[in-house]
């Protein structure tokens, strides 16, 4: 008898901590769909930090982003080397001037990746790779973490940062424990943005370089 009323206990607490976690993943992921819909259009300044898996920095770059939703896109780095990536909806376009070279690849094969549903706001689509959950809220200040739901994700581990309603960085851990911070600053929500911010020529001198698997 003893012997079943603890595996009753057991059961029911598993049970409870199952809910408690569905019901905190479900918060988490409304909220963040929240913030997300607050904008179509989006530029900011960045600063970008990838640390090695010793902890070491491994490079550090800084530039700008703009986007309008959906799958449309430049981002530019400024420092230390110049490149362009641009997502016009058809094609991504990744431009090394020192390296006079353009890099071609379809827009869809980038439209599934974390970072890219994040800044789109296509929750429903992350909620189907990853649990989300809140691990800090101050009120202005929200916290975020995803984790993958499979073995298969690029990233093991995933958290956003909110400021006053609005993206204030983005942290990205990968299966090699390499991990990236990308901080936001200058954030515009909404501006208005010309279509040609998001159309890309190919230069004269640079070679194009066509990805067919991209």
Not at 110 to 139: C, F, H, M, W
Request: one cysteine or more; aromatic letters at 10%.
């Amino acid at each position: 008898m003893d012997t079943m009323r603890t595996f009753t206990r057991f059961t029911f607490a598993c049970l409870l901590t199952l809910f408690s976690t569905l019901a905190a993943a479900e918060q988490g992921a409304e909220k963040l769909h929240q913030l997300l819909q607050n904008y179509t259009s989006f530029t900011a300044s960045f600063e970008q930090v990838t640390l090695a898996e010793n902890g070491r920095e491994a490079q550090k770059t800084s530039g700008k982003l703009a986007l309008s939703k959906p799958n449309l896109y430049r981002w530019e780095t400024s420092v230390p080397y110049p490149q362009e990536i641009v997502s016009d909806g058809t094609y991504v376009w990744i431009y090394d001037p020192d390296l006079e070279q353009v890099t071609q690849r379809s827009a869809e094969s980038q439209e599934t990746s974390a970072p890219a549903l994040i800044l789109n706001g296509q929750i429903a689509e992350l909620t189907k790779k990853y649990s989300v959950r809140i691990i800090g809220d101050t009120g202005s200040d929200q916290i975020f973490e995803l984790e993958p739901l499979t073995e298969q994700s690029n990233f093991a581990n995933i958290r956003l940062a909110f400021t006053a309603g609005t993206i204030s960085e983005l942290m990205l851990e990968d299966s090699l424990g390499q991990r990236t911070s990308i901080v936001f600053s200058e954030q515009q929500l909404n501006p208005e943005l010309n279509e040609q911010t998001f159309y890309f020529r190919v230069p004269a001198e640079a070679d194009l370089l066509v990805d067919i698997e991209g």
